[in-house]
């Protein structure tokens, strides 16, 4: 079973871009940016994971499943860096906290302490660096 968490969105960010040949051209990109953040993150977790997918998806940032798969969109480095850190924070909280409960904002609290505020933001839509 998959279930997803909400780190969706939202407005200007997700309608920007999105063919697959736009998608091929980041993907790579995507991959390196994402798997570093997650090292450095992760030294405060140690969290274990499976697999990491970068897709080109519609209306997610980020997702975790139950299996421990995390998956992000390609879209994820043309945020600010703040924003970035917040997603990849937020879904490897997930592998220890499958829900939005306060143990989780105080777990993601650690790494990302304006994690609400990053939230409100991405919520509000955000123009592209
Ligand atoms: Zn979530």
Known sequence: MVVYCDARVIGKVMRI???RRE???HCEQAREFVLKKIESINKIYK???KKISIRNQKTRWGSCSKNRNLNFNY???FLPERLAEYIIA???CHLQEFNHS???WNLLSTAV???RQCRKDLRKGISLK
Request: charged share 30%; proline share 5%; net charge positive.
């Open 90 to 92: 937020h879904e490897l």
């Open 17 to 19: 871009g999105g063919g």
């Open 75 to 77: 879209k994820i480095i």
């Open 23 to 25: 998608y091929k051209k």
């Open 102 to 104: 306060r143990n989780f």
């Open 47 to 49: 969290f274990c994971f």
């Open 113 to 115: 302490p304006d994690c």
